[in-house]
């Protein structure tokens, strides 16, 4: 059994192994926390009879409050989970009927639907869901008081996005369910922040993110991109199963590290997720992730029974449209007539309300934008080659015109006062500029400075040189 464990964990390169230990998603030890931009910021406050505790994920500490009574339990590492005061008196391995609830989403929008046509991809596994107590617990509790209300947000929001996970997740061949991981990690909320770093819909840290493909440095942070942290997530979850043959144990590991993950299936002998969550080697927001998640799945499949009224918001449309360097999102909305708040919300990963200066940016526009901020494209392209032909034509004037302006070609019959009196200067400026004592003589073909004369007297803006 050792020997069979220890070769499944050597199945991705070490450096990914290394990554995902405190990986895109902070480690388990670490209470999350982020921060919420206006709806359900008065949901906070958890209510008296649950009192908020450390250790919990990010969207269900700050929002649902879903934390056990604060009572001190001694629990042996081969025992089941201790009873909590008010919980039905059924081993968490129970289940109902014996077999595995295979929940499926709502089918895809339409037939001809990029998700929904054959892609040539190999189809993952299933997600199964059991009828377990851990499971049920979390369906009432999404159901009670004040998390009613909040739920109902997150499916609603969940509408935004929906279409376009699908849409990755099908070509990746990753099963639907797996979509509701965002749901736990942030609430459908792309920019949701947790205080130990994490960001975006899939709240990845750093680190991760990069390891995936995702940019994040002064000027961008694409974790708050919804298409491409999905693109990401969708790769990282594909090889945490290859990791662990599980998606139970994909998604622990995607909230707690593999490390973590790795060290209580070696301590536990062991690969069954939910045996794991009886020992002390996860933390509980660990323990509770799946069955979150799983919950959320339960009740998107059905809301309507459940007793949530759902219509979900309508998928967020943009278009993309290529930018200069440098792109300065305030000019750009300004000058299209596009509304700038939309703008900014549509390209949150430009930490600086600009496009980064080393090269020409994919922009996202509200739909029907994108011919808007042509137009402002073209006539600026326009306006810079007229301006530098323009400086093009008078660098050539100037440059022709030099010669008869800084020197003159001594001819036949001139003298120096008659070549003073032409440029308005004095003889004395004439013979000092070109070295001339008062008895050299100048003869036909002589070239003489008489530039400087003339730019002092422009400068002087006086007709002071006689």
């Not at 008196?89 to 295979?102: A, H, K, R, V, Y």
């Not at 922040?193 to 940019?215: C, D, E, I, N």
């Not at 979900?312 to 596009?338: C, N, Q």
């Not at 000092?432 to 730019?455: C, D, H, Y």
Request: glycine share 8%; no cysteine; hydrophobic share 40%.
């Amino acid at each position: 059994m050792q020997l069979s464990l220890n070769r499944r964990f050597l199945v991705l390169p070490l450096l990914i192994t290394g990554v995902l230990a405190f990986s895109g998603q902070a480690a388990a030890s670490e209470p999350y926390q982020f921060s919420l931009k206006g709806e359900e910021t008065a949901l906070l406050p958890a209510e008296p009879s649950e009192p908020s505790a450390s250790g919990t994920y990010r969207a269900i500490e700050v929002e649902l409050g879903l934390v056990p009574p604060l009572v001190k339990q001694e629990v042996d590492e081969d025992s089941s989970v201790a009873e909590r005061p008010g919980d039905p008196q059924l081993d968490p391995g129970d289940t109902i009927g014996g077999s595995p609830l295979t929940v499926s989403l709502p089918p895809l929008p339409s037939p001809s639907s990029p998700a929904s046509v054959s892609l040539g991809r190999k189809r993952m596994p299933p997600y199964e869901i059991h009828d377990r107590l851990e499971v049920r617990q979390f369906v009432e509790r999404y159901q009670t008081g004040y998390r009613r209300a909040v739920v109902e947000r997150w499916l609603i929001r969940s509408g935004r996005y929906l279409e376009m996970i699908r849409e990755i997740f099908a070509q990746r061949g990753l099963p639907e369910e797996l979509i509701f991981t965002a749901m736990i990690e942030s609430g459908f909320d792309p920019v949701a922040a947790s205080r130990v770093g994490a960001r975006g819909l899939w709240q990845f840290m750093a680190p991760t993110a990069r390891l995936y493909g995702l940019r994040v440095d002064r000027w961008t942070d694409e974790r708050l991109d919804p298409e491409k942290s999905t693109r990401a997530a969708a790769a990282y979850l594909k090889d945490l199963f290859t990791m662990y043959g599980s998606w139970a144990l994909a998604q622990a590991a995607y909230n707690g590290g593999a490390v973590r993950i790795n060290r209580a299936i070696q301590n536990l002998k062991t690969t069954d997720f939910w045996q794991l969550t009886r020992g002390r080697h996860l933390a509980e927001e660990t323990k509770n992730f799946v069955a979150a998640i799983q919950a959320a799945v339960v009740i998107a499949r059905e809301p309507e029974r459940y007793g949530f009224s759902v219509t979900p918001d309508p998928a967020l449309r943009y278009e993309t449209i290529r930018v200069p360097e440098g792109t300065k999102l305030p000019r750009i909305a300004a000058d299209s007539g596009i509304d700038p708040v939309e703008l900014k919300r549509l390209n949150a990963e430009l930490r600086l309300e600009q496009t980064p200066p080393s090269e020409p940016y994919a922009l996202k526009v509200p739909w029907g934008g994108a011919d808007k901020v042509r137009v402002v494209l073209e006539r600026e392209a326009t306006q810079r080659a007229v301006a530098a032909a323009s400086r093009r034509g008078s660098g050539a004037v100037a440059s022709a015109r030099r010669p008869a302006e800084d020197v003159h070609v001594v001819k036949p019959q001139d003298t120096v006062g008659g070549i003073a009196k032409r440029y308005g200067v004095s003889v004395a400026e004439i013979r000092r500029w070109n070295q001339l004592s008062e008895q050299a003589k100048i003869f036909p073909g002589n070239r003489l400075r008489v530039a400087m004369a003339r730019t002092a007297t422009r400068e002087e803006g006086q007709g002071s040189f006689r």
